[in-house]
């Protein structure tokens, strides 16, 4: 199935010079999808030109002129810059120019103009952000991520339905578990806001699996993992900087002195096949959930290879009908 | 200067098998230090004849004949069972007879049977749970890890202040930094109990970086990191659980075959180098503060290196002043 996306090639601490390439690689791997390339004519023609990237009929190139910075505030970058190349690629959904959009930009402005523009599906109150996580069986999808920080119950039963609809559009599986993050696997443990979301969750029809752990993300114990922004967002920063810690410890003991550098060498090929488990960029791209649109996230630092995966996720979504099964659902628990 | 402390050697996964092997190790290293053996006589006398632990005046036996199991409830254990090696532990630190207690049992029973046994100290409302974790620079300590689910800013604050008594006892700093643990560097992000918090804390008198994320708890940016036990419950068992795969998919690597195997030969000494480094048996032993005396909580599943940690944590508590530094400052917090 064709699928077009829109992507702010502008957006990230890089900009064209991975965007395009990404953009690049996903056309080459991806025979039956075109892109829109949005941003400034005189930085993407150029890079365009360097990687032997063609602008034509599958990478059409839509001008705009502004940036939104990465520490714009959103409702600064919302109203004052409308032809951001943020704005104008998110516009291309809302048009239907693009059914998807991408971009590695400012998170907040994203979620602001999206919801600004595309507006909600019917039913949901606020996006989520949900990421997939590597775990010790596959992995996991967790929402949200920081997007609310302020939940009520209701919206974590929005989050279960949305993670289970996006489990469902990107990894092929019907009837995904969901799992409520808690401090206990015990119905009564939690704060009240947790407790009565797990009673909405057991009578919502959805496969809930029940109270689930911090730890239980990374052991892979539900398909879905639910808590709020504020909560999800500490988790997910927490484990950005325990990895770290523990690469960069793996590195000083490997570099310590000439004996542990032959070992280094000895050891290669199992460090090699270690850091590809590992490797974060195979994940990246985090979905704003709930809109009238599928618009995509990039991690902010992502390389090509990252920004790649963020758009081939963005036409997986489309593929499978994420909207779709969103608002089917949605309907489906309107009507119980 | 001399310290007793009191043992609940029958709490934890393993019991009497190390918690009488870790006793042991710890009166060999501090020759000031003696400690009171709480438990069945039956299974401690045995146990320190195995290790050849000498009953007497460093290490007094005090028995009690019921044991508090792992998934009791505590509001039971602490009504139903007056003579656990539990209760008796935290009796003798309420009678003076010890100046501390160590339990690696139920952690729920633990904090139930010490606020009810011991009560609050002054100005405090509610009892944390205070933990070390290695970071990129140090260590740095995180409080509440668990012991309270719905926070108002005012139990944040009184968090910060024994969190910093605890680092200036532990670690012989003055002035400790403390972070509030949030979604953003900047003053308007988060929930609203952590903005107020972060107000409150502004005009505390400690010395507060401001806000931090989950990875800097890792990075170490700051000597405390204050959250709600909800949020630190989670942020400590995905740190758990991710740490956990880390080191398996390593492991799994380096067993894949017999080159990979060869290369974990040659590379042994910078790996044990690293599994040194990341050990969280020497982080073990949790603060529970607030009480009026020192309660030191074990990681169930600890052993009898970790267990000994957790007794010599208590020890430095108590020699350091730890309960008169959070006394006093709570004075100073309410007369200003």
């Not at 119950?153 to 993670?163: D, K, N, S, T, W």
């Not at 578990?177 to 939690?190: D, F």
């Not at 000895?266 to 809109?291: C, E, M, Q, T, V």
Request: with cysteine; charged share 25%; glycine share 10%.
């Amino acid at each position: 199935m064709s699928v077009r996306i829109a992507i702010d090639c502008m957006g990230g601490d890089h900009g064209v010079e991975i965007t395009l390439a990404a953009a690049s690689n996903f056309l080459r791997r991806d025979a039956d999808a075109s892109v829109i390339l949005v941003g400034r004519r005189e930085a993407i023609e150029p890079a365009a030109d360097r990687i032997g990237l063609a602008l034509g009929s599958r990478a059409r190139l839509r001008e705009a002129a502004e940036l939104i910075a990465m520490d714009e505030a959103p409702a600064q970058a919302l109203r004052g810059k409308k032809d951001s190349s943020m704005r104008v690629a998110v516009d291309l959904v809302k048009s239907g120019a693009a059914q998807a959009c991408v971009s590695a930009g400012n998170t907040g402005a994203l979620m602001a103009i999206s919801r600004y523009v595309l507006k909600m599906l019917p039913g949901i109150d606020r996006p989520a952000i949900a990421s997939v996580l590597p775990t010790m069986r596959g992995h996991t999808y967790v929402l949200d991520l920081g997007a609310n920080v302020d939940c009520a119950p209701e919206h974590l039963i929005q989050f279960a339905i949305m993670g289970a609809m996006l489990v469902s559009a990107l990894e092929h599986r019907e009837r995904p578990s969901v799992g409520l993050l808690n401090i206990g696997e015990e119905a009564i443990k939690g704060n009240e806001v947790v407790k009565r979301a797990g009673e909405l969750l057991r009578a919502s029809g959805l496969n809930f699996y029940g109270n689930v752990e911090g730890d239980d993300i990374y052991r892979g114990t539900t398909d879905v993992v639910v808590c709020d922004g504020f909560v999800g967002n500490v988790a997910l920063k927490t484990s950005e900087g325990l990895a770290q810690m523990i690469v960069t410890f793996l590195r000083e003991e490997f570099e310590r002195n000439w004996l542990t550098r032959l070992g280094a060498l000895a050891a290669a090929p199992a460090l090699r096949g270690f850091k590809r488990r590992i490797d974060h960029r195979a994940y990246n791209g985090a979905s704003l959930l709930g809109l009238r649109g599928v618009v995509v996230k990039s991690h902010g630092s992502a390389d090509a290879y990252a920004f790649e995966q963020a758009i081939a996720r963005a036409a997986e979504a489309v593929r499978n009908g994420l909207l779709e099964r969103i608002s089917a659902r949605m309907n489906q628990a309107a009507a119980a």
